[in-house]
């Protein structure tokens, strides 16, 4: 049976990633979002990678032959656990993701006007992370910041929109 789980990318590989894992017929999902970037008094939008240097993958481990994706080009190597086994992902986190991609093309950020800031504990109350507790460890972008959260036993460091968050006292 086939399970979604997560590959680190080398820093800003993911699309080299994603291409060469798709030549080599695994299913992939590298979720986007859209950015606007100031340049020269221009802006444009362009799409980036909600979870830099991470992209899922669909693997079956008794029939694909997982162990080629850590010598792809692009991939640093699969999240694994102490066994040595990759560390599976729920469906749903990955399910949520595709829906509000295919919907909208992107995964859609908002804008909040009051900050938090770094060390401040808070729920995640939207999305794929929902109800998990973590701790801000600084701002990201405009409109998301990173956390770090307790994700199946290890330290995971994510960015998520502001919207998304509620603090905790």
């Not at 399970?3 to 080599?24: C, D, I, M, N, Y």
């Not at 669909?58 to 066994?83: A, C, F, M, P, Y």
């Not at 507790?133 to 929109?161: A, C, H, W, Y």
Request: proline share 5%; hydrophobic share 35%.
């Amino acid at each position: 049976m086939k399970k979604w789980f997560v590959a680190q990318t080398q820093p800003g590989k993911e699309t080299l990633a994603e291409s060469h894992l798709l030549r080599q017929n695994f299913q992939i999902f590298l979720p986007l979002y859209c950015k606007t970037i100031r340049h020269a008094r221009r802006t444009q939008e362009v799409l980036r990678p909600l979870f830099p240097g991470y992209i899922f993958v669909s693997l079956d481990l008794d029939k694909d032959q997982w162990r080629s994706i850590n010598g792809t080009r692009g991939v640093s190597h699969l999240l694994t656990q102490e066994d040595h086994k990759p560390l599976p992902v729920p469906n749903e986190v990955v399910e949520t993701l595709q829906k509000e991609q295919e919907e909208q093309g992107s995964i859609a950020l908002g804008s909040l006007a009051n900050a938090f800031k770094s060390g401040d504990t808070i729920r995640i109350t939207e999305g794929a992370f929902a109800e998990h507790v973590g701790t801000i460890e600084g701002l990201s972008d405009k409109d998301r910041v990173q956390l770090l959260l307790r994700f199946m036993n290890r330290p995971l460091k994510i960015t998520v929109p502001l919207t998304s968050l509620e603090k905790l006292d």
